[in-house]
């Protein structure tokens, strides 16, 4: 059978705790006490007749700092030895209460409250309860209530991109929670993790069940806004959580919703939607920085500068549509690479064999060194109105691309050496200004793509 340990707070008033005691019958009573008040300790064992029992003196009893460590120790010595713990802190000081609360909500024990049983227990409704009127009332644990670690915990792991861990804290709120309120909160919360986590993979849709209860897909943009932007704004708590107590949070979800739209929505120029992917690959690179994931980083920054090069192709109209709809992958056009060179810039790119180029095959399959020299053939002759930024673009191409050597001898590439945080935010730093030489509103695009965060709220 569970022993049952009681543990008091001892201030002037006596029968309180002796009440507790004869009524609850536990097989330990555990005295915190002051030094003047030990002796109401030892008046109440002799009243009840206790033979088990335990002493704690308090150095300071007008200490909170003093009673809840006292009272921590108190609970660690009896969960030791096998006890179930009960707090009572009917009497005594405020801080000498306030500790023994705080350390029962800590440990997660139940704690009492011997009140007024009606509204005439008191004289005059104000003082001590009268002898005969008393009531115990027990006390719920809010941090159980109203899931306060859980919240906490989940916001954090949010904040550190550590989907999986937020999405459980989240879950455990949920089934922890008596208020519908919150309940609403956790949920739309374990959403919104779900939403980051697809978001943070790449990926462009999520799956999700329908009103027939049957898995289907839909975009990113769309479950945004149907399932978590909708959600909000047509529930009245809702909204007030999200304006009123996180607006930072709130705002960078819309945000993000503007940003998707462009960077999902179906659009003729598909050119419209591929540019914004650079933005978002830039902040997952910079997002595994801030994890601490170096490798990670620098691969993600390598895509970047061969998405640049990519970018700038297609602009030439040189990239196939068909195939990059269809795909997402980046071919050159033999045809309007033939179309729009002259003789002496044919017989270069003949020259340097890019890509293993052969004019028998319809589309051209290039890596990251070989976009760069196509461009720099087509454009260092030209006058036409992006040829000059285009040489720009490849003489940085040169200057950055040589910070990425590390990369090629790190664990994640051919090596074995895992590259730190000096390495990645240098070629990280190197990829911003290479970008913004393709776009000047990279950096408000950037912003637009940004994770929301719950620190930002105390800002």
Known sequence: MTKTALILTIGLATEPSIKRINSLEPDL??????????????????????????????????????????????????????????????????????????ACVEEKCDYKYLGESSDDARES????????????????????????????????????YQFLAARENFKQAEEKLKYCELKKRSKIFIKIVDFYEHWDKFNDEIIVKNNQNQLESIKLNKFLESEIL???????????????????????????KLFLDKKIAPTNDIYKN???????????????IEEGKYDDAVARLYRALELVGQLRLYKYKFIDKEELNNSKSFYVKKEEVIK??????????KNKNLGKWRYKDKLLNLDLGSSYRLLNIISKS?????????????????????????????????GLRPLNERDAKKVYDL????????SEHIDNNRDFARFPLFANEDE
């Open 382 to 414: 030209r006058t036409d109105d992006f040829s000059e930024s285009t040489q720009d673009l490849v003489k940085s191409y040169y200057r950055v691309h040589g910070n990425f050597q590390k990369r090629n001898t790190s664990i994640l590439a051919h």
């Open 340 to 349: 729009k060179s002259n003789s002496a810039e044919l017989a270069e790119i």
């Open 431 to 438: 990829m911003i200004k290479h970008s913004s030489l393709l």
């Open 274 to 288: 591929i540019s914004y992917y650079l933005p978002d690959l830039l902040n997952n690179a910079e997002r595994r």
């Open 29 to 102: 009573v555990y005295f915190i006490h002051s030094n003047k008040s030990k002796e109401n300790a030892l008046f109440i064992i002799e009243e009840t007749g206790i033979s088990n029992y335990e002493f704690k003196e308090l150095e300071d009893h007008e200490s909170v700092d003093d009673a809840f460590v006292k009272s921590l120790e108190c609970i660690h010595e009896l969960k030791e030895n096998g006890y179930e713990v009960i707090g009572d802190f009917t009497v005594g000081t405020k801080p000498m209460v306030a500790g023994l609360v705080m």
């Open 230 to 256: 909708e959600s909000i704004e047509n529930d009245e708590d809702l909204l007030k959580y999200f304006e009123e107590e996180i607006p930072n949070f709130y705002n960078q979800l819309k945000k993000n």
């Open 125 to 160: 409704g104000m003082g001590p309860v009268r002898s005969g009127f008393e009531k115990t009332k027990d006390q719920e644990n809010p941090y159980e209530n109203y899931a306060i670690n859980e919240f906490k915990s989940g916001k954090e792991f949010f904040d550190k």
